[in-house]
C-alpha cells in the first residue's frame, strides 16, 4: 500500500493550523484546479468527529466522488479522515499537529490503495502516488498561507 507523509511548519498557532485544516471551505479553495466541491454531508464550515462530506471533482479527465468520515478526533492535535465510498480500494489520511518554536509543525500521512489489483498498485507506483503528492502539497501551502495571513491572525479568516 502506498504511502505519502508531507510536513510544513507554519508559523501560527496549533489551534488555527488544526481548525483550517479541518475547513470545507479552505479545501475547495485549495482543490478550485479539480473543480472541487462540497455535495454532500458537511458541505461548509468546520468538519468534526463522525462527520461525513461527499467531494466531486475532476481528476483526470473524469468527475469523481469520494465520500469520506471523521474517524479519529483528538483537538488540537490530530484528527483522521477515511474514505467510506469513493474511487480507491481504501485512503485513509491521518492529520498530525504539534507545537514547536516558531508555531506549528503539521504532518500529513496518507495511505491508500487503487482498485484492479495488479494494474492498480502499477497505477499507484507510475502515477496515483505523485498526483496525489502535489495536491497535498498545495492543499498544505493554502492551508500556511492562511493561517499566517492578517486576516486568519485577526479572527477573521
Do not use: N
Not at 10 to 28: G, K, V
Not at 44 to 53: D, K, M, R, Y
Not at 97 to 125: K, Q
Amino acid at each position: 500500500m502506498p504511502v505519502i507523509e508531507i510536513s510544513l511548519v507554519i508559523a501560527a498557532p496549533l489551534e488555527r493550523c488544526f481548525d483550517l485544516s479541518r475547513s470545507i471551505d479552505l479545501h475547495i479553495e485549495s482543490m478550485r484546479h479539480t473543480r472541487e466541491r462540497a455535495v454532500a454531508g458537511k458541505v461548509s464550515g468546520l468538519i468534526g468527529a463522525g462527520e461525513e462530506v461527499t467531494w466531486e471533482a475532476r481528476h483526470f479527465g473524469l468527475t469523481q466522488r469520494m465520500t469520506s468520515r471523521i474517524t479519529a478526533f483528538q483537538p488540537p492535535a490530530y484528527f483522521q479522515d477515511s474514505m467510506v465510498r469513493g474511487p480507491f480500494a481504501s485512503f485513509v489520511h491521518d492529520h498530525h499537529f504539534s507545537a514547536v518554536e516558531g508555531g506549528t509543525l503539521v504532518r500529513d500521512h496518507v495511505r491508500f490503495a487503487s482498485r484492479l489489483g495488479p494494474l492498480g498498485r502499477m497505477a499507484d507506483r507510475l502515477v496515483i502516488t505523485s498526483y496525489l503528492r502535489r495536491l497535498l502539497e498545495r492543499r498544505a501551502e493554502v492551508i500556511r498561507r492562511a493561517a499566517e495571513s492578517s486576516r486568519a491572525a485577526s479572527g477573521t479568516g
